[in-house]
């Protein structure tokens, strides 16, 4: 269970989870939290659940979500910059995660857009998801889902998938990290406010690029192709280049990416 006061006491200050709704169980923190928001839930709301019973990944597929171990959170924004700018929150998220993650000591990095991993297995998934609203208004739902302290993956995931426990060889405390990332979030998403994209992001989160100037694949559904990674654009596109030499734009929405060996 988790500790809420512990957890009020770390986020105090943080407009991020300046309102958070606890429930034990839920279909799915994303959903849950676009119930809230039907019901005036704002900026800044964090919805975390200890267990979900049909948690959702990308692409349609689901997010496996165990009791009493892991992190399943959605955020809510409300911005008021152009909705085509939405989908960059899932990269500040990314970013925001494996800073945090970092901060317990972890060598964790990222895969384009939005995977955090650690020893090159997934971490962390994020779904971001926007609604508009009748008066042409919008918000934004980030959810996110770490593996923290998860002992045990189901066979189809088992070889792609570990946990921040399992890499580290004790126990991670999901208050502090949990605080530890809406804090870093609310400092990257001022700064992505502030420049109106990720450039002042972008150095760092190359940074933690796990497979920047790296060969991947690159999965277009009008046919896959090889090319080596170069980071990334102010706008969040991978930035690939062709054996031949020439540079292409990869945008996360059509296609996803992994490295030549496997998943990074
Ligand atoms: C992915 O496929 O990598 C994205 C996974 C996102 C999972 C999180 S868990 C909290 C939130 N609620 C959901 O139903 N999904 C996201």
Known sequence: MFNGEKLTALLSG??????????ETVDSTNLEIKRAALKGAGHGTVVLAEKQTAGRGRR????NSPPG???YFSL?????FPVKKAAMLTIVMALSVAEAVRKEGLEAMIKWPNDV???RKKVCGILTELYLKEDDSFYVIVGTGINVNQKRFPAEIKKTATSLAEQKGSIVPREELLSRVLIQFESNYERFIQDGNLSGLRSEYEALLVNYDAQVEVLDPKGAWKGTSKGIT???????????GSIEQVFAGEVSVRGIYGYV
């Open 117 to 119: 991993v650690a020893d």
């Open 14 to 23: 943080c407009a991020m989870g300046s309102s958070l709704i606890y429930k």
């Open 234 to 244: 102010d706008t969040g596109e991978l930035i690939v280049r062709h054996e031949d």
């Open 60 to 63: 349609g597929r689901s997010w």
């Open 76 to 80: 809510m924004l409300c911005p008021e």
């Open 69 to 71: 171990e892991n992190l």
